[in-house]
């Protein structure tokens, strides 16, 4: 019996993909995309409202000074050095990872592989067509992770949308050999319960480890039913992949009754999202920690041992956050910023009406030691410049920015843009650059703009939904330091200790 069937979720065939290997993802060949605009040529600089003065981005608003449909904008010292269109991968353009010289995007159609070895000029290396939402990507050594979140008619990527409610329907984890860069091979599939929202890699030497976030707010899926309040954990066999295979399902929220624990949301906390799972989690291998954003509940836990985390301290903010989305820590590990997700990331609440506590980043100190650490709120952070009401702005992915002694990070707000802040003083953050296009429509909101914004290596790269693979340089004496620092290897969840 396997353990979803011990867990009674799904009890559907597990599909493994070595049958797919000769099915799979496709390799496509880049072709030019001249219908679409690049904005990537003398992007226009204007100066807009000082950041931190909200009541003149108001009034900017009032005289009709934002920024027009589909205008660059940015502070002094960003520069907007190239836009790859998306190709032949027309879905939405998801999350970020990076190895040596390449940045692997994650599409909801797929994947695509950069050579980044220039980054005023990336050239498209594969496109590998694999449907199937949100298609979340890392990497580790020879192998791709790709999460897949939505009802599939089995594992292969030749797979079809198909109601939730069909037996053979299929959502979990792919994994990919990319030992050659120009030619991935699907080699193996993992069903995992509620399919893979988000992952994370815990990485070792003979294994790599991946804590899969799953969830649903649609009471319609049957394996997503509560109680769901753990993590799937799978290992891979880095020398045999294709033996890749669910190992536990530990369950971070243990509760009585049929709901579990976690927070219960709606009717207790109206507009709380009911924790019924996590929608990400962050882990920092050097310090045996890791941090989880699971929709009602932002917790902090131990994996010590990667197959058995365990919970060090959770809390709850049921004033001002709706969906805690995501999580970053500083290098040292005193301090963890949530992410509240506002809206799924498909309105506009950086705006007037919204203000500026709701869909932003809350700050946390976390004080003590060892099991007995907690978190302590300290101060919210939100970008500093309303958008329009066609434009979804919320905060999203972000990394750190590693500088010794500062704690400084680059956002993704969606079609607010990418926001550079600094958290140093954990009780008042102050924003330090940002790059932002003007809406993508300004009769009707449509989902666009940044999903991730990374630093890697020297330069910020953003994977805009619809506009694609930003890249842009940050020039700045408080920023300046991380240039030095060069990385192998980056998963944004899986945050590298920088300095050691």
């Not at 019996?1 to 496509?28: E, F, I, P, S």
């Not at 890699?201 to 003979?206: A, D, I, N």
């Not at 932002?298 to 709706?322: C, M, T, W």
């Not at 004496?477 to 290897?489: H, V, Y």
Request: net charge negative; charged share 20%.
């Amino acid at each position: 019996m396997t353990l979803l069937n011990d867990l009674r979720t799904r009890r559907r065939r597990l599909g493994v993909a070595a049958a797919c290997t000769g099915l799979l993802a496709a390799l496509l060949t880049a072709v030019p995309a001249a219908a679409t605009p690049d904005p990537g040529d003398g992007p226009a600089v204007r100066q807009q409202v000082s950041p931190g003065s909200r009541a003149e981005a108001a009034a900017a608003i009032a005289d009709g000074e934002l920024p027009g449909q589909d205008e660059i904008v940015h502070s002094d010292n960003i520069e907007h050095l190239a836009n790859i269109p998306k190709d032949a991968l027309p879905g939405t353009n998801s999350d970020l990872a990076f190895q040596g010289k390449y940045a692997f995007s994650g599409n909801y159609d797929g994947f695509r592989i950069f050579d980044i070895s220039n980054p005023k000029s990336p050239k498209t290396v594969a496109q590998v067509l694999c449907p199937g939402s949100q298609n979340d990507i890392s990497v580790s050594g020879d192998l791709l992770f790709l999460s897949t979140d939505s009802s599939r008619s089995d594992s292969s990527c030749n797979s079809t949308t198909q109601p939730v409610t069909e037996k053979s329907s299929w959502e979990g984890m792919k994994v990919f050999d990319i030992s050659d860069k120009a030619n991935p091979k699907y080699v193996a599939a993992v069903e995992t319960a509620c399919g893979s929202h988000t992952h994370t890699l815990v990485p070792e030497r003979k294994n790599v480890y991946i804590y899969v976030s799953s969830y649903s707010p649609n009471a319609a899926y049957p394996d997503c039913q509560p109680p769901h309040d753990g993590i799937s954990v799978i290992k891979v066999p880095r020398k045999a992949p294709e033996k890749a295979a669910l190992v536990g399902f530990p369950v971070l929220f243990p509760g009585e009754g049929p709901d579990g624990g976690g927070n219960p949301g709606s009717p207790t906390n109206p507009g709380v999202a009911k924790t019924t799972g996590c929608h990400d989690l962050t882990v920092l291998p050097s310090k045996d920690l890791a941090a989880g954003a699971c929709m009602g509940d932002g917790i902090l836990f131990s994996i010590k041992d990667p197959e058995h985390p365990k919970v060090i301290d959770r809390v709850q903010d049921n004033v001002n956050f709706a969906f805690w989305h995501s999580a970053t820590f500083n290098q040292k590990a005193n301090k963890v910023v949530f992410t509240d997700e506002l809206g799924g990331g498909g309105a506009a609440t950086c705006n007037a009406a919204t203000g500026p506590d709701k869909g932003a980043d809350g700050i946390y100190d976390i004080v003590g030691k060892g099991d007995k650490r907690k978190l302590v709120f300290r101060s919210y952070y939100k970008i500093p410049r309303y958008q329009a009401d066609t434009e979804n702005c919320v905060a999203h992915n972000g990394s750190l920015i590693p500088v010794k002694g500062k704690d400084i990070m680059v956002q993704a707000w969606y079609q607010g843009g990418v926001s550079v802040w600094d958290f140093t003083d954990s009780s008042k953050p102050k924003e330090i650059a940002y790059f932002e296009r003007g809406p993508l429509d300004t009769q009707v909101l449509r989902g666009a703009g940044s999903w991730s914004a990374y630093y890697y290596n020297g330069y910020i790269y953003s994977n805009d939904i619809a506009k694609g693979f930003d890249v842009l340089r940050l020039d700045d004496k408080r920023t300046d330091p991380a240039k030095r620092i060069r990385l192998p290897e980056l998963n944004v969840q899986t945050q590298p200790d920088y300095f050691d």
